[in-house]
């Protein structure tokens, strides 16, 4: 190990200036770094082209929790970590990787920068891959003196092992695969780069081609609504190691692959892993019971023996994370409590000292955090700030803020955010969170737009980041973001997850508790005098977009609706292939040939889209839009409002940066319209405002407002 002083004259050159100011100052990637933090003195309203250009670490949900964000450097002094940065106008990213210090935090660094985003494209159903749109978790993994960083870079379509010297800030490509680099680990000894990738999946697709001369046939490999080609079926990974001096590759050693594995010799459904210098071991296993989600349970290994904490606050849910404090006596761990689960509580645990006690009660989001020395150094989000460091000082329960990339975000003119706890029609408790107009004046009725499905956390775009929450409020409206709450929270827990989801559907009783908590929160503002009930708009994508369209076909409240990424019809079979199709099955939904209209009366369009009781904007991803054609065809045919946009090259969630733009533009020009009349002077924008003002002319609205 390198010595402190060593080290830390590294970054210091580091610090002096990385890359050339002259290869920077013609490329966009210039404006990747944030300023200096009290330098970027913002004001003014929120926009949306701010809002796609805000800096961002990670994907905005944090899909694998193995997968680290940032990585604390040997010595604690430093924090690496990748920023990426939308550009709408270049239409795109720039991605880097940063360095702070934790003595001086105000300025980051950019050792290295990429302009492709590494797309996070995990592997389901048997194929190769499942592209849902978000940016991939990509851990910086330190040398063990400190030196230098590997990180994945991805260029010219490939994602590649590479690391830079923190002290020249000379970046050097480590690994040269054919295929995509998955995961890597550094050798103990640092002269050695172990990574997996799964090289034969390029003969995979080569398969296809061939079967494609005599046709493809449809099978479990169909996936209609992303196109005819069969999806690729996944390959085995294989791990090969790379002398990082030589540049010599070989399949990696038995010793070597046990580097992936940091969690050897605990239970099968052990989960949270930590681990001290020392050798103690504590973990959350699940507890012995048939129901899933499993509930959790805290465990410890100290001098070779094992130990469960049997106290209340010792069982949590698969959210829980664990760590050890710098002496490795005390066990930190997390849970989510409170109404409706809607707070993190970070606990404290001695093993054989009595029950652990509650340090930290949280209502903001803690997206990951890593043990530093006595505390945690943590990625916060607040429901008016962008993710960004903190320090939780555990010893007095303190939160120190350290680092934000978008230091200039919290001086914008920003409606004030109240979290609003109820009860649905079923006592099932719900929480949301309600957004103020810039510029509230009591007593006068405003607008509102609903956004789904997940509050905790910076209130950007709801899931999917689709409806600039922020920049509606600078525009006079009422937000009300509502959590939908997970499954079991509504049902209750189930035997299996077929089962679970089967009991959410069954007779739609999952998504009638979400439009009763919606409506009733809804009705509340309508009664206290803050929302004009004519004039109220509802948003989702996934499973957001699942209960518009349910309201559209059983609620009168909604003025308004804009949707993505679903699409529940009858002939829903035949475009998602055999594959998906069964998986929806298993948990209720009716099959093609059972036709079913009982069933279908309570949420498809096209059985009697004059049922809709609202304008619906459909913008949809290339390969998704074929769910809601049939909708939209079916409403434009009886004359109710509904317009379709199709984006290219996307998936589930908009990842271009010009194209979240463009839906983020056209969903406030939507509202705009149908809820205050206003049209966008843009020509543009204006001429697509023009188009609704002849299908609001033609439209013969059945159900009075």
């Given at each position: 190990m390198g010595s402190p002083k060593r080290f830390a004259a590294t970054l210091l050159a580091a610090a002096?200036?990385?890359?050339?100011?002259?290869?920077?100052?013609?490329?966009?990637?210039?404006?990747?770094?944030?300023?200096?933090?009290?330098?970027?003195?913002?004001?003014?309203?929120?926009?949306?082209?701010?809002?796609?250009?805000?800096?961002?670490?990670?994907?905005?949900?944090?899909?694998?929790?193995r997968r680290k964000l940032f990585a604390i450097s040997p010595d604690g002094k430093w924090v690496a970590f990748v920023l990426h940065r939308g550009f709408p106008n270049e239409n795109m990213y720039c991605a880097g990787l940063a360095i702070f210090s934790l003595e001086k935090p105000t300025t980051v660094r950019i050792l290295d920068f990429s302009r492709e985003l590494i797309r996070d494209e995990p592997p389901r159903y048997g194929w190769a891959k499942f592209p849902i749109g978000t940016a991939a978790p990509v851990t910086p993994r330190w040398a063990p003196e400190g030196r230098w960083i590997a990180y994945l870079k991805r260029e010219h379509g490939l994602t590649q092992v590479w690391r830079v010297d923190v002290g020249t800030g000379d970046a050097s490509q480590v690994t040269h695969s054919l295929v995509n680099v998955d995961d890597f680990r550094i050798s103990e000894d640092a002269r050695t780069i172990v990574y997996s990738s799964r090289p034969k999946l390029p003969e995979k697709s080569a398969e296809i081609d061939r079967e494609g001369l005599r046709g493809?046939?449809?099978?479990?490999?169909?996936?209609?609504?992303?196109?005819?080609?069969?999806?690729?079926?996944?390959?085995?990974?294989?791990?090969r190691s790379v002398d990082i001096e030589h540049g010599h590759e070989r399949d990696a050693r038995v010793d070597e692959a046990g580097l992936f594995d940091v969690a050897r010799g605990l239970p099968g459904n052990a989960t949270a892993y930590s681990r001290t210098s020392g050798g103690s071991e504590a973990w959350a296993e699940s507890t012995e019971t048939p129901l899933f989600p499993p509930l959790f349970r805290l465990a410890v290994k100290q001098n070779g023996k094992?130990?469960?904490c049997h106290f209340q606050a010792c069982e949590f849910d698969w959210s829980t994370s664990v760590w050890w404090d710098e002496k490795g006596t005390r066990i930190r761990f997390s849970r989510r409590e409170g109404w409706a689960n809607s707070l993190t509580g970070i606990y404290e645990w001695i093993p054989g000292q009595g029950k652990p006690k509650r340090i930290i009660l949280t209502g903001d989001a803690l997206i990951e955090c890593q043990a530093l020395a006595d505390d945690l150094?943590?990625?916060?989000?607040?429901?008016?700030?962008?993710?960004?460091?903190?320090?939780?000082?555990?010893?007095?329960?303190?939160?120190?803020?350290?680092?934000?990339?978008?230091?200039?975000?919290?001086?914008?003119?920003?409606?004030?955010?109240?979290r609003l706890n109820w009860l649905n029609g079923e006592n099932v408790p719900f929480y949301g969170d309600l957004v103020y107009p810039v510029g509230y004046q009591p007593g006068r009725r405003y607008p509102m737009v609903i956004v789904q499905y997940r509050t905790k956390g910076f209130l950007r775009g709801g899931i999917g980041d689709?409806?600039?929450?922020?920049?509606?409020?600078?525009?006079?409206?009422?937000?009300?973001?509502?959590?939908?709450?997970?499954?079991?929270?509504?049902?209750?827990?189930?035997?299996?997850i077929e089962q679970l989801v089967a009991a959410f559907n069954d007779d739609f009783r999952g998504r009638r508790n979400i439009l009763s908590a919606i409506e009733i929160a809804t009705r509340?503002?309508?009664?206290?005098?803050?929302?004009?009930?004519?004039?109220?708009?509802?948003?989702?994508?996934?499973?957001?977009?699942?209960?518009?369209?349910?309201?559209?076909?059983?609620?009168?409240?909604?003025?308004?609706?804009?949707?993505?990424?679903?699409?529940?019809?009858?002939?829903?079979?035949?475009?998602?292939?055999?594959?998906?199709?069964?998986?929806?099955?298993?948990?209720?939904?009716?099959?093609?040939?059972?036709?079913?209209?009982?069933?279908?009366?309570?949420?498809?369009?096209?059985n009697d889209p004059r049922r809709v009781s609202f304008p619906l904007l459909f913008q949809a991803a290339d390969n998704e839009y074929l769910a809601m054609v049939g909708g939209h065809t079916a409403l434009v045919q009886v004359g109710i409002p509904s317009d379709l946009y199709i984006f290219p090259e996307e998936d589930h969630i908009k990842w271009?940066?010009?194209?979240?733009?463009?839906?983020?533009?056209?969903?406030?020009?939507?509202?705009?319209?149908?809820?205050?009349?206003?049209?966008?002077?843009?020509?543009?924008?204006?001429?697509?405002?023009?188009?609704w003002s002849e299908m609001k002319a033609s439209w013969k609205r059945p159900f009075p407002k």
């Open positions: 002096a200036g990385v890359l050339p100011q002259s290869v920077l100052a013609a490329d966009v990637c210039a404006r990747l770094a944030p300023p200096a933090q009290k330098k970027e003195a913002r004001s003014g309203p929120v926009t949306p082209e701010l809002l796609a250009q805000l800096r961002d670490i990670g994907p905005a949900t944090l899909p694998d929790r493809w046939r449809f099978d479990r490999r169909a996936f209609p609504v992303r196109g005819a080609r069969p999806q690729t079926p996944d390959a085995e990974r294989l791990l094992s130990e469960e150094l943590c990625l916060r989000e607040r429901s008016r700030r962008p993710r960004h460091f903190v320090r939780l000082h555990l010893a007095t329960g303190q939160i120190e803020e350290i680092f934000d990339p978008n230091p200039g975000f919290s001086n914008l003119s920003l409606g004030r955010v109240e689709e409806v600039p929450i922020q920049a509606l409020a600078g525009r006079g409206y009422f937000i009300l973001s509502v959590d939908n709450l997970t499954y079991e929270d509504i049902v209750g827990r189930q035997k299996s509340r503002l309508i009664d206290n005098g803050f929302v004009d009930q004519e004039r109220i708009g509802i948003s989702g994508l996934s499973d957001g977009c699942t209960t518009v369209q349910f309201a559209a076909i059983n609620s009168q409240l909604f003025s308004a609706g804009s949707v993505s990424g679903c699409g529940w019809e009858p002939f829903q079979d035949a475009i998602l292939g055999p594959m998906i199709a069964q998986n929806y099955h298993e948990s209720g939904w009716p099959r093609l040939a059972e036709a079913n209209p009982g069933f279908w009366s309570k949420i498809s369009i096209i271009q940066p010009a194209h979240r733009l463009a839906v983020y533009e056209r969903n406030i020009d939507w509202f705009d319209f149908w809820l205050k009349g206003l049209v966008p002077s843009n020509p543009a924008r204006k001429a697509e405002a023009e188009r």
